[in-house]
């Protein structure tokens, strides 16, 4: 079952959503390129996504940490308590939402290194490079 | 400068609880019946009426025709407005214009809320929070609550200003120092910053004592024209300025130093509008629904330089007693979360001198501010008890 089948609250995804979900299934990180400028566009940017002639890069999996939260507070069952959620920024440009796997969480630091990285079961995630 | 643009002459509450007091229609025909009453007006008087409610409440608590429960005579002006946070001050504006073209002579604006069960499990507030585009991409990260994006912007916020946890202490005591005189407000028991420091985290960097407190209940205002303000039995407080602002990009980018939010947008216009600019506010009524988003308001908009509303809170500028008095009531962390109606009713308490034991000195033009989605959202309102800002 892959991932755009999983959702647990099934709502539509756009064309361009599940392009990029697809490259996700298949292990492979890339964004959303402005074929004629080379401007790289990020996934929120849906109507330059529209009207430009994109191409899907592969990104080369260097990023850095631009943001992250601890949660504390238990809000669902699945996800115990501490864990964090990181706002990463790829060195190509765009962002977005995923966590730092590390030993050392007290060692998270703005602006560190971070590389992308599959878990097995297909989840991006990034660590400290 | 010039004439006001409308006047608010009407406020009303329902019972507020964290307890089950009725379902969101009931507290909102409860405030609505209230604000009627205090403006001396009996519900065929008013011929408009707008509707808001939290974003994450079912459409379906407070429909339209909620019109049906109070007794109105047929209706000039009628919607329900929906920009998450923003939405109570945007019903505000809306029926200002509405006034203005004479669209209605007399406009009641409500918010309703009772998502708060009593298990407190929360868990009407945890919602997926959707950040970087692509639907439920957070959902495998556990991004779960307002608080999340709240707490990643902090977090930048510190790294970039060299903000300290202090900073947000500072800015939850000083709230906390106005809810001590306010009977109204849910949290009223003193602490210090070491108190503050050792509370529980939520998210980290935020703590439960840098979080609104949710409430049901419900607040109503009545607007009228500002020809028409001195007919009514409580002094009137006038709209001068209003404004709103949008980012352009949703999501992340509200937390990117690059985009930024709504705020410029909407205090520009707001300012703009009412002939003054920063410097001239005197006090402020804020959605700081996390300590973290009242600092990063009070820059937003003007009233201190980037990265210093820390240190500007520290100084006591914004407690009892303070140049800048803000959120008087206690504002979402100490009084009560009712989305933009918080800011809203206490300014207007203020504005009318009503203020009792927690009454500032001054507060000649206020400026009011709703937010929503994760600061995407802006509006902005510029109030005061005089005719004439100037």
């Known amino acids: ?129 | 400068m010039g004439k006001p643009l409308s006047s608010i002459v009407g406020l009303g509450f329902s019972q507020f609880s964290r307890e089950d007091i009725g379902s969101t229609r009931d507290l909102a025909i409860a405030a609505i019946e209230a604000a009627v009453r205090d403006a001396g007006l009996d519900a065929d008087d008013l011929d408009g009426l707008l509707i808001t409610r939290s974003s994450s409440a079912p459409a379906h608590d407070l429909p339209l025709n909620i019109r049906n429960d109070l007794g109105f005579k047929a209706l000039r002006l009628l919607s329900i407005v929906d920009a998450e946070g923003a939405s109570a001050v945007q019903a505000i504006q809306h029926a200002t214009l509405a006034l203005q073209n004479d669209m209605a002579s007399a406009v009641v604006c409500v918010f309703a809320d009772a998502r708060v069960d009593s298990s407190a499990s929360g868990a009407a507030f945890s919602r997926i929070m959707s950040l970087t585009g692509i639907t439920d991409w957070e959902r495998q990260y556990g991004l779960y609550g307002a608080i999340g994006p709240y707490a990643l912007a902090a977090r930048r916020y510190m790294a970039r200003y060299g903000a300290t946890q202090a900073d947000f202490g500072a800015y939850a005591i000083a709230c906390r120092k106005w809810a001590r005189k306010n009977p109204s407000a849910f949290l009223r028991k003193p602490f210090s910053m070491e108190d503050y420091l050792a509370s529980r985290w939520v998210v980290e960097p935020l703590r439960m004592l840098d979080c609104a407190y949710a409430v049901n209940g419900a607040i109503a205002v009545v607007l009228t024209t500002c020809e028409r303000a001195m007919d009514f039995p409580r002094p009137p407080v006038y709209v001068h300025g209003m404004g709103q602002g949008h980012s352009r990009l949703t999501g992340l980018p509200a937390l990117d130093e690059k985009s930024g939010s709504g705020a410029a947008g909407a205090a520009a216009q707001a300012y703009s509008m009412a002939g003054i600019g920063p410097g001239d506010i005197d006090m402020c009524q804020l959605y700081d629904a996390f300590s973290y988003l009242g600092l990063q308001l009070l820059e937003d908009y003007g009233l201190c330089k980037p990265g210093e509303a820390g240190a500007f809170v520290a100084e006591g500028h914004t407690s009892p007693g303070g140049r800048l008095p803000v959120n008087t009531g206690g504002g979402h962390l100490s009084g009560f979360y009712l989305q933009g109606m918080t800011p809203v009713s206490e300014a207007v308490i203020q504005a009318r001198g009503a203020g009792a034991e927690r009454q500032a000195g001054h507060c000649n033009a206020i400026l009011v501010n709703g937010n929503g989605g994760q600061s995407d959202y802006h509006a902005a309102l510029i109030l005061s008890p005089h005719r004439s800002l100037t």
């Open chain 1, 1 to 129: 079952m892959n991932r755009l089948d999983s959702c647990a609250s099934p709502r539509p995804y756009s064309g361009f959503e599940r392009q990029f979900l697809s490259f996700i299934d298949r292990g492979e990180l890339r964004y959303p390129r402005n074929r004629l400028t080379g401007e790289p566009l990020g996934l929120m940017e849906r109507a330059a996504s529209r009207t430009a002639h994109i191409e899907w890069v592969m990104a080369s999996g260097k990023a850095s940490l631009y943001s992250f939260a601890i949660y504390h507070q238990r809000y669902v069952a699945e996800f115990e308590p501490p864990y964090n959620v990181a706002h990463v920024e790829l060195e190509e440009g765009p962002c977005l939402i995923s966590t730092v796997l590390t030993d050392t969480p007290r060692l998270l630091e703005i602006g560190m290194p971070l590389r992308a990285r599959f878990e097995p079961g297909g989840r991006l995630v990034f660590v400290p490079a």
